[in-house]
């Protein structure tokens, strides 16, 4: 097959929602459909749930599974599918942030009782940023919630983006009875039944006697005025502005018992878009285009301290992969070969020959990759990475054995080159400050110095309430900010300047007393 033929059958997204809303489930029905598993419940949940935070080796041996699925491929009728996992923990949520660089769309799973809930409005933001088009699913439709309506309302205004309603319920709950697609204009009846799939009844249009007949004619005339308040509100649903990021489309169903999921499927593979070109710092770079290149969006750490490898999950943006090849590593300037990468197809993972714009190849490594770093034939490309955000979480990083200061320096170092966490080194008196989102990245990273680098760690407290990248275009008024808070400026590991605000008051008084500096919550500005 041509290049430009194996693009355009890629379809490469990841599926978000806050924990416990369905995720794992719809991934698992999903691979059903694409016959890369036979049974439900062979998906093991990467998730990290319901564990206390403290028993965090439960949490290793769960990331150990979730190599194996870090990235599941499978053919679809035409399409080739390649679905991102996402760590369910939402102290992990930088590896999310980081995995939806990598994508080309993205599938929400929301919970139709609960609505939207925090994570997924942060996630939904991060999407925003790369005008990433999103498709909605409201889940759990066998279950008593909300109002559809309301789902809707409540869909736009948190997640800040136009909704259009592909599918419509008949009910939900207890008297749950199927869903009406409006994008195919065909009835799906509900049997709660785990492992099969509904029930279709053929139908000319919503005004179909059949439908009555399936439904009784109460609920089809709720129907046919559902359908009616439907047109009237939302305008018709535009497949360009789905692909800018404008709109997105609502399907309703229950993942649990495979219901709606085959819908959202056969129209995700025909709307969701292949791989695009992507803007890298010297051009935009076409998949099609003959020379290969591509990055790191996610170094997954091997926990086995005998065999202290990694795998560089690299993301093809442009050409064809192909092993042995000599690819040029930018950041180091060096020329590298790669004898076995590997493919994630049907839950395996095996050595691959080539890969195409859209695909994730996993490169065994030992400490040449940093996330964001860019592969290429030889032309000098660097693709921009996700800009890091404040941390929520601060602590000094001290150390506990000072025979081991090397080994924590490396330690430190390489975890963050991973992306563990974020290093920031206060200017004033050259402490460490380790930045996270939440308390169990602290203990991760405490255990991985220690097992994997024989380097101990201790914690303490600082306050703090957030990191802001800061900068002017005067650079009297930056230098005079730089002196007046020198006890709070830090530098991090890039190098930016990054002022420390110990609380929300300070951060504003900061900002009315420097007008001339401008302060950032996140890297990239
Ligand atoms: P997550 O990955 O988003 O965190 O969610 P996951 O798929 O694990 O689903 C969370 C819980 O919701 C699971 O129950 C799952 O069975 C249930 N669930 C998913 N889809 C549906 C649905 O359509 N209807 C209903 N009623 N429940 C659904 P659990 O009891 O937490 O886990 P398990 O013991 O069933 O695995």
Same mark, same amino acid.
């Given at each position: ?6 693009? @355009? ?25 694409? #016959? ?97 088009? /999103? ?37 939900? #709950? ?22 099969? /799939? ?33 047109? #009237? ?40 878009? @292949? ?9 935009? /770079? ?46 180091? #300037? ?142 009297? @008024?930056? @230098? ?17 300047? /990054? ?27």
């Amino acid at each position: 097959m041509a290049l430009k033929e194996e693009i @355009a059958r890629r379809r490469t997204f990841a599926i978000i929602s806050h924990p416990d809303a369905g995720k794992t489930t719809l991934t698992e029905k999903l691979l059903l459909f694409g #016959g890369a598993i036979h049974i439900a419940g062979a998906v093991k949940s990467n998730k990290i749930k319901k564990t206390a935070t403290s028993d965090w080796m439960e949490i290793e041996k769960q990331r150990g599974i979730s190599v194996a699925t870090s990235v599941m491929g499978f053919n679809y009728g035409d399409y080739k599918i390649n679905i991102l996992d996402t760590p369910g923990h939402q102290d992990f949520a930088e590896d999310t942030y980081r995995t939806l660089t990598a994508v080309d769309s993205v599938i929400i799973v929301v919970d139709v009782a609960k609505g939207v809930e925090r994570q997924t409005r942060k996630l939904m933001e991060v999407c925003r940023m790369r005008n990433t088009p /999103v498709i909605i699913f409201v889940n759990k439709l066998d279950r008593e919630g909300r109002d559809p309506f309301d789902i809707l309302d409540e869909l736009e205004s948190e997640l800040k983006i136009a909704v259009r309603p592909l599918s419509w319920p008949i009910n939900i #709950g207890e008297k749950f009875k199927g869903v009406y697609n409006i994008y195919e204009h065909s009835l799906d009846l509900f049997t709660p039944d785990k492992q099969r /799939v509904s029930e279709r009844v053929e139908i000319d249009s919503v005004d179909d006697p059949r439908v009555d007949e399936a439904v009784g004619e109460k609920d089809a005339s709720k129907l046919r005025e559902d359908l009616e308040l439907i047109e #009237g509100v939302y305008p018709e649903f535009d497949e360009q502005a789905y692909l800018r990021g404008e709109v997105a489309p609502v399907f309703f169903g229950s993942a649990l018992n495979t219901f709606g999921v085959k819908e959202l499927l056969d129209c995700f593979v025909k709307i969701a878009p @292949a791989p695009k070109p992507v803007m890298a710092e010297e051009r935009e /770079v076409k998949p099609d285009e003959e020379g290969f290149s591509g990055f790191v969006f996610k170094i997954h750490a091997n926990m086995d301290p005998n065999h202290r490898s990694c795998i560089a999950f690299v993301k093809v943006c442009s050409g064809k992969f192909e092993r042995n090849a000599p690819y040029k590593h930018m950041r180091l #300037g060096k020329s590298l070969k790669f004898a076995a990468p590997t493919a994630f197809m049907a839950q395996k993972k095996s050595i691959v020959d080539e890969a195409y714009p859209g695909d994730i190849v996993g490169i065994p490594d030992t400490g040449n990759f940093k996330i964001g770093d860019t592969l290429t034939s030889g032309e000098s490309i660097h693709y921009k990475g996700l800009p890091s955000f404040s941390p929520e979480m601060f602590k000094y990083i001290e150390n506990a054995d000072p025979m081991k200061s090397k080994q924590l320096d490396k330690g430190i170092q390489q975890l963050m080159d991973e992306g563990v966490a974020q290093l920031f080194t206060n200017q004033f008196n050259g402490r460490r400050i380790i930045g996270t989102v939440g308390q169990l990245q602290f203990e991760v990273i405490q255990y991985r110095l220690e097992h994997e680098y024989g380097a101990q760690c201790r914690w303490e407290p600082i306050s703090l309430y957030k990191a802001c990248w800061i900068e002017s275009d005067d650079d009297e @008024a930056l @230098a005079a900010f730089k002196k007046r808070k020198h006890q709070f400026m830090a530098t991090d590991k890039e190098g930016r300047d /990054v002022f420390l605000a110990d609380s929300n008051y300070v951060l504003q008084m900061a900002q009315s007393d420097f007008p001339k500096i401008r302060f950032h919550f996140s890297s990239e500005f």
